[in-house]
């Protein structure tokens, strides 16, 4: 269950960060009303790290070789990265990678917990 949640959470994030701005520029009467906090990124970003590293590290199970879990440390590490940038736009694309990487690593964590006993997918 964790990983789709995070999968889901993931996507979400992808939506409000590629497809808010998009949608904003098209319906100009829009772009006044949304008032979203600065700081909104950044919880999101730190309720995200520790929920996401707890069930891959419930994955992982002691094994220092687990991609999963490097994958999503690694987007995780990308989106803290990104609330440094002073640029939206490099904001955006870094917060986007970061998220998919992690979104990456729980699909990889989720195809690897439920492999088929006899090695099938």
């Known amino acids: 269950?964790?990983?789709?949640?995070?999968?889901?959470?993931?996507?979400?994030?992808?939506?409000?960060?590629?497809?808010?701005?998009?949608?904003?520029?098209l319906i100009p009467a829009w772009s006044a009303s949304p008032d979203i906090p600065e700081s909104f990124h950044f919880w999101v970003v730190m309720t995200a790290a520790p929920l996401s590293l707890f069930v891959l590290l419930r994955a992982a199970k002691?094994?220092?070789?687990?991609?999963?879990?490097?994958?999503?440390?690694?987007?995780?590490?990308?989106m803290i990265?990104?609330?440094?940038?002073?640029?939206?736009?490099?904001e955006t694309l870094a917060t986007s990678a970061g998220a998919l990487t992690l979104s990456l690593g729980h699909v990889l964590n989720w195809r690897i917990r439920h492999r088929h006993p006899c090695g099938r997918t």
């Open 1 to 25: 269950m964790g990983d789709g949640l995070a999968i889901l959470l993931s996507a979400a994030c992808l939506i409000h960060c590629l497809a808010l701005p998009l949608l904003l520029a």
């Open 62 to 78: 002691g094994k220092i070789a687990y991609p999963p879990l490097w994958l999503g440390a690694a987007g995780l590490a990308v």
């Open 81 to 90: 990265l990104a609330l440094t940038f002073a640029d939206p736009a490099i």
